[in-house]
């Protein structure tokens, strides 16, 4: 039997970075040597010496596009014990938010990251609120420590893809 923590076997879910749509990943509030490639792209997220880090204050705005539908089943992220992010809110489908307007909606879901969690442990979201994600934003709220940097060494996401068309596969059939 596999484990509770067993991250890419857990009931056929996997990694889903190659469904990422990089061309449009936003992060704001990320320190200019420390951006969120460093957190999310395969390579970057498990080199030590590479992580996000915030700019101006702990928070960070994460905006995650995907290059088609994806049913997200539970999220890895890892920081240092004190610049580690503490509260994180995520949102599915809700783009062109910023600083000033992430309150004004409810989240899909709320983490509170424990110890363990910052280590490496899965996170699972409530399954039902992210079936049909075109899009993920991921909102680091604070960190462990409280202080005005926090610190993302890696982002990975765990679920399934959706069986849709994608649009730009299809071919314009003439009429002869």
């Not at 460093?38 to 705005?61: I, T």
């Not at 994600?133 to 399934?160: C, M, P, W, Y």
Request: glycine fraction near 8%; include cysteine; charge should be negative.
């Amino acid at each position: 039997m596999a484990s509770a923590t067993s991250s890419t076997s857990q009931r056929g879910q996997v990694d889903l970075v190659d469904f990422v749509e990089w061309s449009s990943v936003e992060c704001l509030n990320q320190s200019g040597g420390h951006s969120i490639a460093n957190a999310l792209k395969q390579g970057y997220r498990d080199d030590d010496g590479l992580h996000l880090a915030s700019d101006s204050d702990e928070q960070l705005l994460i905006y995650i596009p995907f290059t088609q539908m994806i049913k997200l089943h539970s999220i890895v992220i890892t920081g240092p014990d004190e610049e580690g992010p503490k509260t994180v809110k995520l949102f599915s489908n809700k783009e062109h938010m910023g600083f000033s307007n992430v309150n004004d909606y409810p989240p899909s879901d709320t983490v509170v990251l424990s110890d363990e969690e910052l280590k490496g442990k899965p996170v699972i979201l409530k399954y039902v609120k992210f079936q049909n994600v075109r899009s993920l934003t991921i909102f680091v709220e604070d960190n462990q420590g409280g202080g005005d940097v926090s610190i993302v060494h890696k982002i990975a996401l765990f679920g399934t893809t959706v069986d849709t068309t994608n649009m730009k596969d299809l071919k314009k059939i003439e009429e002869h």
